[in-house]
């Protein structure tokens, strides 16, 4: 899989997909993005909800941004993240060292830019299928594997849903596998996705997620949040 290196409005990078006609993240803002999706409806949300512990599946840990964010909240919120990030094809070291969201965020957050990229960099080199403690606030496990084939043993208070869309990974979003991740999910977590296709909506509420559209990132109108009730 041939990956390009972009520059999205916002500033911050993403990565191209060529043979897909794909990007990793918003062409009008990654951090924009993964912050609004991620962040601000799915883990503020639980916190909201007096959790001061979340277990956190990310499908799709890709560039790493959101658990990059993800654990700088955690620091802020005063919390405890257990980070399972889940994905098939890790990137290329190269490129690693080429996106920028160590500076971009280091000034969002009002933290020195080497201590975020020191982060960034431990949640890269760590070691795959092993618990590996980032921080005080944020443990992390890296799982080199498909959704389709995983073991999900443990249960998730939130998951990020963070697969490439429907037009170019529709098996990704089909009952089959949301059965699989509700089956993985604490009552009362969520599912939080920056899709709103009115089938991926009626495929999580078939499966049994409460399905509410939320306003959505910059020049996208809505995103998507699923419930565990």
Known sequence: MKRTLITTADGS???????????????HGAIQEALHVFIKS????????????????????GTGLNAL???LEAEKLNIKINY??????PLEDNLLKELNYAEWIANLFHHEKKNVKKIFEQLHSSEWQKDVTISEHFKLNKINNTLQDVQLTKAFDLIYFDAFGPRVQPDMWEDELFSKIFSATTTNGCLVTYCAKGEVKRSLKRIGFKVETLPGPPRKREMVRGIKE
């Open 13 to 27: 990078h993403s990565l191209y997909v060529k043979d897909l006609d794909e990007h990793y993240h918003s062409i």
């Open 42 to 61: 799915g883990l503020q949300y639980m916190h909201n909800k007096n959790y001061q512990e979340i277990n956190i599946l990310e499908i799709g840990f």
């Open 69 to 71: 964010l993800t654990c």
């Open 84 to 89: 399972t990030g889940l994905e098939a094809f």
